[in-house]
């Protein structure tokens, strides 16, 4: 009986080793194909290996010293590491986690994310596309990650998008940070374009986005994902000195623009403009029209109310000044 027994847990210890081998092979092809397929998508792949690790129990993988930039030259990413986690026996929830510090580029403008703590979860459909059904980004900070010029900032950020219980191509989204109790905003100092860090717990999005179809495993590999239609019910930037306030619809009108309108409500505006100014690199004369213009409808107040409208052309501020640059209806 005891031999029987002996036989039969080790038939079951090689029949899950088998399991396992076959599984954590299939797994990293699975993920060096992907990596192929963003190649096919303008996008320029680079990484030394691709090791899966975690038996009995896991799929552990790591891709190693990975280079990630378009092919236009307007976005690169660097990471010693990425490790993709999931148990062996459930592919519909992955963990992502990079080392801190996050560094990218966009548009030769280099951006930091100093954080403790960087990882996604990505939950799916069990089905054949595994559909997105909720994604929970999680970046913890403290003051230390948030640089010089920062008050408090220590606390915990989440980006959750999560598929719209009416349609599973429609998605809402929600930025907002939970703060330390001895929290306090970031001030305005810490707000360079550089240090992400500072800037996100100033960020809180509410927002509904539907797209042209559900978000699935072939996503931005062998299909786009577009939007359709941005529902903003709430997005806020704001510091103890400036902010603003938005809220608003955009439609799609080809797959390349947004069109619509938003109402804002904006305080502190030259320090405002300053700041989005740099981001979007506008010229100085640019920034100071706008600036001029703002104060000029805001006259004796803190604050003023401003129309914003989006079209393939650029975007409106108020009746008469033109951004020339459009929201992407095309995400990837």
């Not at 042209?212 to 590999?221: H, L």
Request: glycine share 6%; net charge negative; hydrophobic share 40%.
């Amino acid at each position: 009986m005891i031999r029987v027994l002996i036989f039969g847990v080790m038939a079951l210890v090689i029949a899950w080793s088998g399991y396992w081998l076959i599984g954590s092979n299939s797994h990293k092809k699975s993920v060096v194909e992907l990596l192929e397929n963003l190649k096919q998508r303008g996008w320029v792949v680079e990484y030394s290996t691709v090791t899966v690790r975690g038996f009995p129990n896991r799929f552990d993988t790591r891709i190693e010293n990975v280079n990630l930039s378009h092919s236009s030259g307007k976005v690169t990413w660097q990471s010693p590491w990425i490790d993709i986690l999931l148990l062996s026996y459930n592919f519909s929830h992955v963990i992502l986690v990079l080392p801190p510090p996050l560094e990218f580029s966009i548009s030769d403008r280099r951006l930091s994310l100093p954080a403790q703590k960087l990882t996604a979860s990505i939950e799916m459909s069990s089905s054949e596309s595994f559909a997105l059904e909720q994604l929970i980004v999680e970046i913890a900070q403290d003051e230390t990650a948030a640089g010089e010029g920062a008050s408090g900032a220590n606390g915990e950020t989440i980006l959750a998008v999560r598929t719209h219980p009416d349609a599973r191509n429609r998605y809402d989204i929600s930025l907002h940070t939970m703060e330390s109790l001895s929290g306090g905003r970031p001030s305005p100092a810490a707000g360079t374009p550089e240090n992400l860090a500072a800037l996100i717990p100033l960020l809180n999005i509410d927002a509904v986005a539907e797209l042209a179809s559900p978000v699935n495993s072939s996503s931005c590999t062998e299909q786009r994902v577009e939007v359709k239609r941005l529902e903003i019910r709430s997005a806020g930037f704001a510091t103890e000195t400036f902010g603003i306030e938005v809220r608003g619809n955009l439609e799609s009108i080809d797959e390349h623009a947004l069109q619509g309108s938003v109402h804002s409500t904006i305080r502190g505006t030259n320090e405002l403009v300053l700041l989005f100014g740099t981001w979007l690199d506008l010229p100085k004369a640019q920034m100071m029209l706008l600036s001029l213009a703002l104060r000029a409808m805001s006259g004796d107040s803190s604050s003023v109310d401003v129309d914003l409208a989006f079209s393939d052309t650029g975007i409106r501020i108020g009746r008469y000044l033109e951004i020339e640059r459009f929201v992407p209806a095309t995400l990837c």
